[in-house]
C-alpha cells in the first residue's frame, strides 16, 4: 500500500514568505504528526491532528499552523518565514491516536530552505 | 518533556553488541524505537507498552522498565546494515504528549 506521501520534497523560499506544505497519510490512518528536524535540535514535535481535530501542540511559535481534512490529509503553513525555519519537516501518520498500538510511518519530508 | 538518551553516538565493528538507553521523568505509556538512515525519514522499529516488555526486531530487541521509566534498545552481532540515528519517543500518560529524544548515531564498521 502507499506510504506517507509529503510535497513537495524541496521548497526554497525568501524571509519573510509563506509557505504551505502537504502530507496525505496512509489510507485508513487518521493521526498526523508533524516534526521539524533539524541537525542541532533533533526531532522537535510541531502538533498532531486526529479527526481534523488538533490534539497537541508543540513549543513552536503561532507562525506555525496546520490542519486536517476530511479525508485525513493535513497541511502545514508557516507564515513569515524566517532563516532559522530552514528544516526537514517530516510528517508521519498512524492508525491509531498517539500511536497506541503501532508506531508511527515517516513521510519522506519536506525540505525548506529559507534564503 | 523530552527523554534523555544515552550514549549520543557508538562505533561499531560488525559482529559487535551495543546498547542504547532511554529515560524519562515522566510516568509513561509507551516507548516506540526509531531508525533513521542519513538522507532518509525514521522507520518505526518496534513499540513497548507494558513493564518488563521485551520485543525483537531482526536481532535488535528493546525492554522497557515501567517502574523506572527506562527502556533500551539492544543490537547484537551488528551488521553493516544498522548504521544510522536511532531514536526513541516517549508517550506520557499525562496530557498525552509524545517526545523523541536526541538520537543515538550508530557507526557500525567493517
Known amino acids: 500500500k502507499a506510504g506517507v506521501t509529503q510535497t513537495p520534497r524541496y521548497l526554497i523560499k525568501t524571509r519573510g514568505q509563506q509557505v504551505t506544505l502537504s502530507c496525505s497519510p496512509i489510507s485508513g490512518h487518521r493521526s498526523v504528526s508533524w516534526y521539524q528536524q533539524t541537525p542541532g535540535q533533533g526531532l522537535q514535535f510541531l502538533f498532531e491532528?486526529?479527526?481534523?481535530?488538533?490534539?497537541n501542540k508543540g513549543n513552536f511559535p503561532g507562525r506555525f499552523s496546520g490542519r486536517q481534512f476530511s479525508n485525513s490529509r493535513s497541511e502545514m503553513n508557516v507564515s513569515t518565514l524566517e532563516l532559522g525555519d530552514s528544516a526537514l519537516y517530516l510528517c508521519a501518520s498512524s492508525i491509531r491516536f498517539r500511536g497506541t498500538g503501532g508506531g508511527y510511518t515517516f513521510g519522506s519530508g519536506t525540505r525548506l530552505t529559507v534564503v | 518533556q523530552q527523554p534523555v538518551q544515552s550514549p549520543q553516538a557508538v562505533i561499531l565493528r560488525e559482529g559487535e553488541d551495543a546498547v542504547i538507553n532511554c529515560s524519562s521523568s515522566k510516568a509513561l505509556y509507551s516507548v516506540h524505537w526509531y531508525r533513521q538512515k542519513h538522507g532518509e525519514a525514521p522507520v518505526f522499529l518496534m513499540i513497548?507498552?507494558?513493564?518488563?516488555e521485551q520485543k525483537g526486531h531482526e536481532k535488535i530487541s528493546a525492554s522497557f522498565n515501567e517502574k523506572k521509566q527506562q527502556s533500551s534498545l539492544y543490537l547484537t552481532a551488528s551488521q553493516l546494515s544498522y548504521s544510522g540515528t536511532y531514536f526513541c519517543g516517549t508517550e506520557e500518560y499525562n496530557f498525552n504528549k509524545f517526545y523523541f529524544g536526541s538520537g543515538t548515531k550508530l557507526n557500525v564498521k567493517p
Open positions: 513497548l507498552l507494558k513493564g518488563g
Open positions: 491532528y486526529f479527526s481534523e481535530t488538533q490534539r
